[in-house]
């Protein structure tokens, strides 16, 4: 068995793998950039090297200077946790040629599953069902235009080395096809240095249906059963579940078999998802249900596996790499109740998702660790900061129950308790998600998010109650600058929510102690909020700055500028995009807070630019000279 491991990521997964790690008597080494050298994983491990400056490509990126860590540290093995280097197959090697365990398959098997369009070949070789589509060499423009009118509409263009949801455009007409190809290469060159692209009919009625498979070095291949992934945002993950809704017994077997025969076919090692789509407009049945991907590692959803079959996924990675045979056989394995995941995300769903960064001067999951039947997952906690250099994925909250609607309450129950401050999450907008009638009823499809977005906002203002009490807290008859109207005990008075003037309606105190704070934190449904007394002065109308008020586009965060669609001079209407922001590796439309004219550009495409920076300016319609 190996007694010393590194692991080569941060956040969450780093976190989790020491857990099991340690309970597996190795030695734990973490690695940190500059940005994380207080993390959590950091002083959760045994060890710690420092490799780099903050941003991942000088750092978590650096596959040397990971390799030169377990050196100094006599590490016995790498596990690359999901992301970074996760899936780089010469990483892999390098490892082993370093004389280091490497967590995970044969660098032949994540190449072979490392493009999407070379993987899907070997599946139909293998004979598992791959979505329908082109996957040929030829990329000449006019070419693929043919092929997608004669795989008709809608299709969707993906960039072969694409993941994280990017490089993927829909294309739903003919004429739509030229522009939407350039986007996605220009997005594929960026991101992945690789123009290549295939087509793929879009699967109307899309539900993500993935496989755990695992597989041993002497032979063994076991599957251990379907997740169901269809809640995304964007293409990506946001609730995840296990076993999926619906699913019989029979459909079950027959994705279950191909996901293994998928894993045989590329002589797979360790632990690995194999992704489908499947054409949910009649129900899961095997014959509409295609194979998609294979993520050669362990997966962000690992956790609602182990909650239905009661097995440790990192254990098992750690024993396959030592070069034990699996723990068990499949008969062995079965599906006990059900699980589910939400993911929380550092951002704001009322500023359409916008990374949020800073420190978490209140960050409480405690109230959900305490639950039965609850695990969190996290990579940060009070007092961390949340630093722009990262995916802002911080923490998984994981419910099991007997039943679908037991997790599914327990879930949205902690989710409702989650408290963080004054970095914004997305707790709020799980709860809502939790609680819609779709996902209630299990009837989800890829899209649900997106069409119902509004739907999923979680309220603008805490509830009366919750406000009249928080009111009632906070206020203290000396200090008091609020004014009678009903008879007493009643009060309407003035505070500050988030910083925007807001009348309250209360209960007096009634002779009880308040608080001498000037502010205190309501939190409810998820979200938090800042109740402040009133002051008079210093408070814009509107509450906080947000840079629209005069017209100036202020960058939000640090990041990079991908596109500028507008110059100066243009005329634009509220709401246009102007330009898109990529931070946290998301991107962001900065849009017009009110018609008017492009007076002045500062920004260009490719350009860093930092917090706050001024990126363009508009004058109002009217107002300019
Ligand atoms: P999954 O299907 O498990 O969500 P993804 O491909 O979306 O897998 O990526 C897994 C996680 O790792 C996501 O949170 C993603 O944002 C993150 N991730 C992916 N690539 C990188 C990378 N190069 N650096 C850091 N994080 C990454
Ligand atoms: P990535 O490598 O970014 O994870 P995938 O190929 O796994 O890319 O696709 C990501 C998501 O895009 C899927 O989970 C699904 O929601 C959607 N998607 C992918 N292919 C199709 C398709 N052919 N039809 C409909 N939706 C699709
Ligand atoms: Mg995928």
């Known amino acids: 068995m190996i007694t010393s491991l590194l692991i080569a990521n941060r956040g969450e997964i780093a976190c989790r793998i020491i857990r099991t790690a340690r309970a597996m008597n190795m030695r734990t080494i973490a690695v940190y950039s500059d940005a994380d050298a207080r993390a959590l994983h950091v002083r959760e491990a045994d060890e710690a090297v420092h490799i780099g400056p903050s941003p991942a490509r000088e750092s978590y990126l650096v596959g040397a200077r990971i390799i030169a860590a377990a050196r ?82 809608p299709v969707l263009i993906k960039a072969v080395a694409g993941g994280g949801g990017k490089g993927m455009r829909r294309v739903d007409e003919a004429g739509e096809f030229a522009g939407a190809l350039v986007s996605c290469q220009r997005e594929a060159a960026s991101s992945f240095g690789n123009t290549q692209v295939l087509i793929e009919k879009y699967i109307l009625s899309p539900r993500h249906i993935e496989v755990q498979v695992f597989g041993d070095r002497h032979g063994n291949v076991v599957h251990l059963f379907e997740r169901d992934c269809s809640l995304q945002r964007r293409h990506q993950k946001v609730i995840e579940e296990a076993p999926a809704p619906r699913m019989d017994e029979t459909t079950r077997a027959s994705i279950c078999a191909a996901a293994v025969k998928a894993a045989n076919a590329v002589d797979y090692v360790g632990a690995g998802t194999i992704e489908f789509i499947a054409d949910a407009s009649e129900g899961l049945r095997a014959d509409r249900i295609w194979f998609m991907e294979m993520n050669t590692r362990l997966q962000v959803e690992h956790p609602v596996t182990e909650a239905i079959t009661g097995q440790d996924l990192v254990e098992w990675q750690l024993r ?82 007997e039943t679908r609607e037991a997790a599914r309450e327990t879930l949205a129950d902690a989710l409702d308790e989650a408290v963080m401050w004054p970095v914004r999450f997305n707790a709020g907008f799980l709860v809502q998600a ?17 069409r119902e977005g509004d739907a999923l906002m979680p309220p603008a203002e805490p509830s009366d109650g919750a406000l009249a009490d928080a009111a009632a807290a906070l206020s203290d008859a000396s200090a008091f600058a609020g004014f009678r109207l009903n008879a007493p005990p009643r009060r309407e008075a003035m505070f500050l929510l988030n910083g925007a003037p807001i009348e309250i309606g209360f209960a007096e105190a009634g002779g009880e102690a308040t608080t001498d704070e000037a502010s205190l934190l309501v939190s409810e449904g998820g979200q938090t909020w800042e109740l402040g007394r009133w002051r008079a002065t ?85 107002e300019h000279t």
Do not use: C
């Not at 992301?83 to 994540?110: H, K, M, R, T, Y």
């Open 72 to 153: 100094d540290s006599g590490a016995e093995a790498i596990h690359p946790g999901y992301g970074f280097l996760s899936e780089n197959a010469d990483f892999a090697q390098s490892v082993i040629d370093a004389g280091l365990v490497w967590v995970g398959p044969n660098p032949d098997s994540i190449r072979a599953m490392g493009l999407k369009d070379a993987a899907k070949e070997r599946m139909i070789a293998a004979g598992v069902p791959v979505t329908p589509g082109y996957l040929g060499a030829d990329q000449d423009p006019d070419r693929l235009q043919r092929e997608a009118d004669a795989i008709g509409y």
């Open 320 to 401: 396959v790499a030592s070069g034990e045979p699996l723990p068990k056989r499949q008969e062995e394995l079965s599906i006990d109740g059900h699980a589910i995941e939400a993911r929380l995300y550092a951002e704001d769903p009322a500023k359409g998702f916008l990374p949020s960064i800073g420190r978490l001067e209140r960050f409480d999951l405690g109230n959900a660790s305490g639950l039965d039947n609850i695990r969190v997952d996290t990579g940060v906690e009070q007092g961390a900061e949340i630093s722009p250099f990262y995916d802002p994925m911080i923490a998984k909250v994981i419910a099991w129950g």
């Open 434 to 450: 939790l609680d819609h009638p779709a996902f209630v009823a299990g009837d989800l499809d890829t899209g649900l998010i997106a």
């Open 538 to 622: 210093g408070v814009a109308a509107g509450g906080a700055a947000d840079g629209a008020a005069d017209g100036a586009i202020l960058s939000p965060m640090p990041g990079r500028i991908i596109a500028v669609e507008v110059t100066e001079g243009d005329a634009v209407t509220k709401g246009q995009k102007l330009l898109t922001l990529e931070a946290m590796k998301m991107e962001h439309s900065l849009v017009a807070p009110f018609d008017g004219t492009v007076a002045h550009l500062a920004a260009s495409e490719g350009v860093q630019v930092s917090e706050g920076a001024v990126l363009a300016r508009i004058d109002r319609t009217g």
